[in-house]
């Protein structure tokens, strides 16, 4: 079965580590443990279902245009989550014991990117149509009816989601031949939508807003600029982001 799996494109940082994964980086690193899930409906999926050989759909989530871009490969089977026992992780778990272990992932291994991403927004104008639109009339009235019918669609904040056969094979042939409007990078607003494989108290981003401009009345000369706090080098290690310490 295919199986569509979530990461954020979007620098987000907990415990002071950057949590983002684009595609560009899953690309980079060729494959990848899915760590740092924290919510057992998707744990169960990996540690029971996924199964080598599965394809994946990438998605990006939690950013400006969530959709499917790029398409991965399923290479190891459920295994412990170790970083969930590594109190230096963003996503620790002080319950979760090693030799009972409560968090599982698998390891994923990019295949292609897409030439369309196929966006959250472009999937959701499908819903509710009997027939698709000229531009991806290519997908066929059965292809639409699978896309309607995606947990994406109706249970879209499940970072781990089963995706039907014909959902699989309409989503792909979208990013490849494309077709629907594309939004222009960087345009719109954030959308969230998968808070709920964090823990609450490590589902917020720290502040970013940059600190208040002194009063131009200031007598003294220029102060040095102070260093912002956010400005050292990224901490690997992060979910997801443990590839780049190989």
């Keep these: 079965m295919p199986w569509l799996i979530k990461a954020e494109p979007d620098t987000r940082l907990v415990k ?17 443990p899915w760590d740092g899930v ?15 050989g599965d394809k994946v759909l990438f998605y990006h989530s939690n950013c400006k245009v969530p959709g499917v871009y790029a398409l991965a490969e399923v290479v190891r089977e459920g295994y412990p989550d170790y970083t969930a026992w590594d109190a230096t992780h963003p996503y620790f778990d002080a319950r979760s014991d090693p030799e ?24 959701k104008s499908l819903v509710g149509l009997s027939t698709p639109p000229d531009g991806v009339a290519y997908i066929g009235e059965s292809g639409l009816r699978a896309v309607q019918g995606m947990a994406l669609v109706n249970r879209g904040r499940l970072s781990v989601q089963p995706v039907e056969d014909e959902a699989y094979e309409a989503i792909i042939a979208m990013g490849r031949r494309g077709g629907f409007e594309e939004p222009t990078k960087g345009k719109g607003k954030r ?16 502040s970013k807003e940059p600190p208040p401009k002194k009063a131009k009345a200031e ?5 040095e600029p102070k260093p912002n706090p956010e400005s050292k080098p990224r901490i690997e ?3 997801r982001s443990s590839r780049l310490q190989k």
């Design 219 to 223: 007598p003294k000369s220029k102060a």
């Design 16 to 32: 002071g580590q950057d949590v983002k994964f684009s595609v560009d980086d899953f690309e980079e690193m060729g494959e990848s």
């Design 100 to 123: 009972h272990p409560t968090w599982f992932m698998v390891t994923v291994a990019f295949r292609e990117r897409l030439a369309h991403p196929v966006t959250l927004a472009g999937v």
């Design 191 to 206: 959308v969230k939508e998968e808070p709920e494989d964090h823990k609450p108290a490590e589902s917020k981003s720290p």
């Design 38 to 52: 924290r919510n057992h409906e998707a744990k169960n999926i990996m540690r029971d279902k996924m199964k080598i």
């Design 237 to 239: 290690g992060a979910r």
